[in-house]
């Protein structure tokens, strides 16, 4: 089967229940190069409908209740495009205002999570205000996908041409507090109480290999799995020490995406890393001489998350 993976980027949704001549189970294809969003069968695979997006689509995501689509918009744009998925229709554009070039989105918490590379940094928008409730600069340079836990309190970022993954974490302060010169058993009899707790926001700076892209949480929440597009390497993030643990030659280039995926008679998740092989050969039969091919074709390529296994000694599925 002949494919352009490049132009490709799929999601799965479950729609909701009452959707007429909508499958409960669909998956969502966006085209890059048509610009459009199409809804496909999740059992026959046919397109039962497409619907238009703005120029330059990069992602797309679903809302929990399944209903809305929200789309990227990439390169010198600030918009997301938004797709009525039970009527099929696109409904107004967002608006981002300055946070150039959206990319990654996540739906959690009601709100659409998004990055934004040009301004550095990454927000959220809020479809039941229509309004841009939060934004922070991460500093880093192409801010590009994103994951959010489900408790709000966790933000994970991979900056692309920084070569950084940043984790950053909600924590409790106080703000405004007692005046200068308070003694230390509490404020005098009249004086104003300490300020208000609220909330801030930590970002640690974890340094990863080249074109840090593609990355996924393992199930157990403790580490974080970050594909280096530059090396074809994949960085393992301890999420308690905040630090790498350990560094896997996956022999994938351009690895921009990974992902851990439940499948059958697997004792536990594998991760997937779509990418460009270096070689048509399988990594465990090629000799260590072999120079990387730049026409090689898309892989994907599996690694069941088991002690001490090593990407490299896995075969590459690649398209044929």
């Not at 150039?100 to 205000?129: C, M, N, Q």
Request: charged share 15%.
């Amino acid at each position: 089967m002949k494919f352009s993976y490049a132009f490709l980027i799929l999601a799965a949704v479950a729609l909701a229940a009452h959707a007429q001549q909508t499958p409960a189970t669909s998956i969502l294809a966006l085209s890059k190069r048509d610009h459009t969003l199409a809804i496909v069968d999740a059992s026959s695979l046919k397109i039962i409908a497409k619907a238009p997006v703005g120029d330059n689509p990069h992602e797309v995501i679903a809302s929990t209740d399944g209903k809305t689509a929200y789309v990227s918009i990439y390169g010198n744009n600030n918009t997301l495009s938004v797709i009525d998925l039970i009527a099929r229709k696109p409904l107004p554009t967002v608006d981002l205002g300055p946070l150039r070039s959206p990319h990654g989105l996540e739906f959690v918490g009601g709100k659409v999570w998004f990055t934004a590379e040009g301004a550095k940094a990454i927000g959220s928008y809020d479809p039941a205000t229509k309004k841009v409730d939060w934004i922070l600069g991460t500093g880093q340079n192409r801010t590009h996908m994103i994951a959010v836990s489900p408790d709000l309190k966790t933000i994970v970022t991979t900056n692309v041409a920084s070569g950084t993954v940043s984790i950053i974490e909600k924590t409790a302060v106080h703000f405004g507090g007692p005046p200068p010169g308070m003694p230390p058993n509490g404020p005098p009899q009249g004086a104003p109480p300490p300020g208000p707790q609220g909330f801030d926001w930590n970002q640690t700076l974890v340094k990863v290999g080249s074109g840090s892209e593609g990355f996924d949480i393992t199930p157990d929440r403790k580490e974080i799995w970050a594909a280096n597009a530059g090396d074809g390497t994949i960085s393992i993030i301890d999420f308690a020490s905040k630090q790498v643990t350990q560094t896997l030659p996956a022999d994938v280039s351009s690895a921009n995406r990974l992902k851990f995926t439940p499948m059958a008679n697997l004792p536990s998740s594998p991760c997937c890393v779509a990418g460009r092989s270096r070689s048509s050969t399988p990594p465990a039969e090629r000799p260590s001489s072999a120079s990387p091919s730049a026409t090689a074709p898309p892989a994907f390529l599996c690694n069941p998350m088991a002690p001490g296994s090593s990407l490299p000694a896995l075969p590459t599925i690649t398209s044929p």
